[in-house]
């Protein structure tokens, strides 16, 4: 296997395999949607997994046949109004390097399928990754080929409370609350929410503060993770798994809700780093050349946009080297 540290090497120890599959959210029993990517031979239909108008998309074999062996599980959680093929660009990494990648499109808070109003009940998504990871491990095909005593979760943005969560961490409604009364910004998350039609006087307090510790997982990894100012820092404490915790830009570049450094410093086995240059939607996937045109036309989000001089792939190249490293070190090299 080849370890994660090569990242412009003309070859790679496997192809990247997808097929989709379909899970039972547990809160609503709707159907969601999950891209498996995982370690494969040559064959399988080429094709480019996640290729639309505005994204590039990258290289995959669809329904190829998986490579020989037992492999790492990296549970992957995308952002609000995000999906799992946008992050295609990091599921077939891993797959390349020998991991198993499992992406649900969270039901009502997908790019397909969103309200604000589903998004801010937290409390689903690692419910959603814990069912997943229940059915992969109980069913025939994808448990011969998963090691299930090598498991991590992974998620950007809303995707990273996600894994906090998994990881035991909890929320403050009283916190978030408080920290929101004070932040007017029109580029904050509250003003994202209150734009929603969200009360959050009217959230479930006993749910968005409730453990969602998920014992099964052995490390994890959350990039700018979001509802920062909302966490409780005695649960914080309590992680008793390696994790890491990935800052897009630098000290004030980065948003108070998304700041990670101070949340790495309260888990016991956490690190931190940050990407200088890059900015939140540097997480998301290459644009095609007139991405940016298209989004100003239709007067949405600079998704296309990074915040220096670097492209976004070498911005990409940075952050997998990154998670590369922490994941070879705490599921391959135990």
Request: aromatic share 6%.
């Amino acid at each position: 296997m080849l370890p994660l540290l090569a990242l412009a090497g003309p070859t790679c120890a496997f192809e990247a395999g997808t097929r989709w599959i379909t899970i039972t959210q547990p809160d609503s029993g709707k159907s969601e949607r999950v891209l498996m990517t995982y370690p494969a031979k040559t064959d399988g239909e080429v094709y480019r997994l996640g290729a639309n108008a505005l994204w590039q998309g990258v290289p995959a074999r669809r329904e190829a046949t998986p490579a020989k062996g037992k492999w790492p599980l990296v549970l992957l959680s995308h952002g609000s109004g995000g999906n799992a093929a946008g992050l295609g660009w990091v599921s077939t990494f891993l797959a390349k390097n020998g991991f198993v990648v499992a992406s649900p499109n969270h039901a009502g808070c997908t790019s397909t399928d969103m309200a604000i109003s589903n998004c801010i009940k937290i409390w689903n998504r690692p419910e959603d990754l814990s069912e997943l990871l229940d059915v992969l491990l109980a069913d025939d095909h994808w448990s011969k080929q998963i090691d299930e005593k090598r498991i991590a979760a992974m998620g950007f943005s809303l995707g990273g409370n996600s894994v906090l969560l998994m990881a035991g961490a909890r929320m403050s409604l009283e916190a978030y609350q408080a920290y929101c009364q004070t932040m007017l910004s029109p580029q904050s998350d509250c003003t994202w929410l209150r734009r929603g039609g969200v009360d959050l006087a009217t959230v479930d307090k006993s749910r968005f503060d409730k453990e969602s510790r998920d014992p099964r997982i052995s490390a994890f990894v959350a990039i700018d993770p979001g509802f920062a100012p909302g966490y409780r820092t005695d649960s914080l404490r309590t992680i008793i798994i390696p994790g890491l915790l990935l800052n897009l830009g630098v000290g004030s570049d980065v948003p108070v809700t998304l700041k990670a450094d101070s949340l790495a410093a309260a888990i016991p086995q956490a690190e931190f780093a940050s990407i200088a240059g890059a900015v939140h939607f540097s997480f998301l996937g290459l644009c095609n050349p007139n991405g940016a045109e298209l989004l100003k036309a239709e007067n949405d989000d600079p998704v296309c946009d990074d915040g220096g001089n670097l492209p976004r792939q070498a911005l990409h190249q940075q952050m997998l080297q990154r998670i590369g490293l922490f994941l070879t070190k705490t599921l391959l090299e135990r």
